[in-house]
């Protein structure tokens, strides 16, 4: 448990925490970054791009390949999404916080990004317990319908990651590409709160309440840069002109998550927990794949998502990211081998 009677002292090892989950962090309080090397973050950007195309093609989406005037190779990714976010935004596997959710036809490509995920996240040390899958990868435009951006969970409202149930400690941010000058995230901590700052919350407007005021950070994000954040940071999407912007989020358990933060969840969350060992996270995408029985083409025929409509109830917003049949398979046993190859 945590003991919430020293507010900064409270802040201060939380801080504490997110730098000995990686070497060479800075930052601000309770937001840290560290430089992706150069190779790897191309990869995870390639992999992001192909993995937005074959959506794309499964949904009968013009990419307009040949048309595409790209003046140098390192903003290609930029001009293309750019040029593609409206219709990108409005596919089928998109959910309204704008996860590009992985369904039967996009498996070989959304493994990609995994393992380009787990290439990174090896390359920097970091020191975790368990680690979300699938991941997120996420579109957001500054075209959102306004009916999306008054959801009661719209991203773009101030919010603790502990509001949605993500059942972890702190989380990571990669943005990929697109235009950060007008999509960016703001990041700041909240002032004069108590206990009750750590609940799940069915409306972010509604969690204004449990603090006093709020201190944005200096920390703005940028291409390149892998972001670490605690679960006491309030953060929310901001949109400031013209744009898109493509990034990657997931969760993680540190060390002492079940000491300090897992107390404070409710059983319904746990029992939705979908963090797994961290050592095996980092094989997914090589060592083992994630599958998916729900088809794009299922999708589009009766999508169960509305897009402009509230989440009910206090549902998690991670539980509509994926779907009951999404699960990992062990590509080193011949059962499951044949399972991913039917």
């Excluded at 992985?102 to 680690?131: H, R």
């Excluded at 912007?245 to 993680?252: A, C, E, G, H, K």
Aim: proline residues 2%; contains cysteine; hydrophobic residues 35%.
């Amino acid at each position: 448990m945590l003991d919430f009677s020293d507010e900064e002292k409270l802040l201060d090892s939380r801080s504490e925490l997110l730098n000995s989950i990686s070497p060479n962090l800075e930052g601000d309080r309770l937001i840290k970054k560290k430089k992706i090397r150069e190779d790897l973050f191309y990869n995870l950007r390639a992999a992001c791009h192909n993995y937005i195309i074959a959506n794309m093609v499964e949904h009968d989406l013009d990419t307009d390949i040949n048309n595409c005037v790209y003046p140098d190779l390192k903003h290609s990714f930029e001009i293309f999404l750019l040029q593609h976010a409206a219709k990108i935004k409005d596919m089928s596997s998109v959910t309204p916080n704008g996860v590009i959710r992985p369904k039967k036809e996009t498996l070989s490509e959304f493994n990609s990004i995994q393992n380009a995920v787990g290439m990174i996240l090896a390359d920097a040390n970091i020191k975790a317990k368990k680690c979300r899958v699938p991941l997120s990868i996420r579109i957001v435009t500054s075209d959102d319908d306004s009916s999306i951006l008054e959801r009661p969970r719209s991203n773009h409202k101030l919010h603790s990651d502990f509001w949605t149930g993500a059942v972890c400690d702190f989380a990571i941010l990669m943005p990929v590409f697109g235009s950060l000058e007008t999509i960016d995230v703001a990041f700041g901590e909240a002032i004069g709160f108590d206990e009750s700052f750590l609940q799940e919350v069915t409306n972010y407007s509604d969690g204004r309440k449990l603090y006093k005021r709020f201190s944005e950070y200096k920390t703005r994000m940028e291409l390149g840069s892998m972001f670490f954040q605690d679960i006491f940071c309030l953060h929310g999407t901001r949109r400031s002109g013209k744009g898109a912007r493509v990034s990657i989020d997931f969760t993680l358990q540190s060390e002492q998550y079940e000491d300090t933060i897992l107390p404070y969840y409710s059983n319904k969350h746990i029992e939705s927990d979908n963090h797994i060992n961290y050592e095996e996270c980092l094989r997914v995408g090589r060592d083992s794949f994630i599958i998916e029985d729900e088809s794009i083409a299922e999708l589009r025929k009766h999508n169960d998502y509305d897009k402009i409509s509230l989440i009910k109830g206090d549902a998690a917003a991670i539980k509509n990211q994926t779907s009951k049949s999404l699960r990992l398979i062990d590509t080193k046993t011949f059962k499951d081998i044949l399972e991913f190859v039917r």
